[in-house]
């Protein structure tokens, strides 16, 4: 199996390499939804194959195809063919998004969009890329590739290709299932943590709320005293004023007093 991978990604042009790589990714989608049982898993593995599939047959239409049927003899019949059956992946793939993981219809569906696959596929790497390899120069293949980059990945800054690369080890449905428990337990610790900062903070705030009126309450009850007293001494004041007035009253009294007396006492030795 190394050893076939291996030979499709050999002798073949740069922008090759790129679609190769393409055609290999979604190979392998398929063999775990072939491995797949589970309603969920097969969900996500059909949005995979769908997003994958769909990138590669825009690239193919938009940037290849075009190029092809511009520079390769025969170009524009061999091109037909491939839209023809881009077409029917197209519809297959449709059927397949809208079949239930869970019934019967769903293996069906998958066979018959891996069968028209596989077989445009070949047909693309036998036929079609040695072609366009032999029609064109290098330079103009090199800048078909970084166009299909540009395309694919927004960007022609190089990248290592995935079929280039150490192949990954297939991820089992039980090793995706535990890493996305992982990642929901992650996410439920964050936001518990989250929840526990905010109330920390209702706290402290609550705490510093009485704090400050604790501390505002001696000065309060002070101001409270002094008013009070301020309220009584005003109470006070028309008596006082009412006994000091009497206390004058009596002082003028004793002082006209003798006054009196002595005037009594002429009165009376006159009269003798
Ligand atoms: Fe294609
Ligand atoms: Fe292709």
Not at 72 to 83: H, K, S
Not at 98 to 120: M, Q
Request: glycine share 2%.
């Amino acid at each position: 199996m190394a050893l076939f991978k291996r030979t499709r990604r050999e002798d073949v042009s740069d922008p090759a390499k790129l679609l190769v790589a393409d055609h290999q990714k979604v190979e392998r989608i398929f063999d775990e939804i072939h491995a797949s049982e589970e309603v969920v898993p097969r969900q996500g593995l059909v949005a995979q194959l769908d997003f994958e599939f769909s990138m590669h047959a825009t690239i193919e239409e938009q940037i290849l195809y075009p190029f092809i049927r511009a520079n390769v003899p025969e170009g524009d019949p061999m091109m037909e063919q491939a839209e023809h059956e881009h077409d029917e992946a197209k519809a297959a793939l449709a059927a397949l998004v809208n079949a239930d993981p869970g019934g019967d219809a769903f293996e069906g569906a998958v066979r018959e969009l891996e069968g028209l696959f596989k077989a445009h596929v070949k047909e693309e790497e036998k036929t079609v890329f040695p072609r366009l390899a032999d029609a064109t120069s290098p330079e103009a293949l090199a800048t078909l590739r970084a166009d299909l980059e540009e395309a694919k990945f927004g960007s022609t800054e190089p990248r290592p290709l995935e079929a280039e690369a150490p192949a990954p080890a297939k991820k089992s449905a039980a090793r995706k299932s535990t890493a996305k428990k992982a990642t929901a337990r992650k996410a439920a610790a964050r936001k518990a943590t989250a929840k526990k900062a905010t109330a920390r903070k209702a706290t402290a705030k609550k705490a510093a709320v009485k704090k400050a009126a604790a501390k505002r309450a001696p000065a309060k009850r002070a101001a409270a005293k002094k008013a009070a007293v301020r309220k009584a001494a005003a109470r006070k004041a028309p008596a006082k004023k009412a006994t000091a007035r009497k206390a004058t009253a009596r002082k003028a009294a004793a002082k006209k007093a003798p006054a009196k007396k002595s005037a009594a006492k002429k009165a009376t030795a006159k009269r003798r």
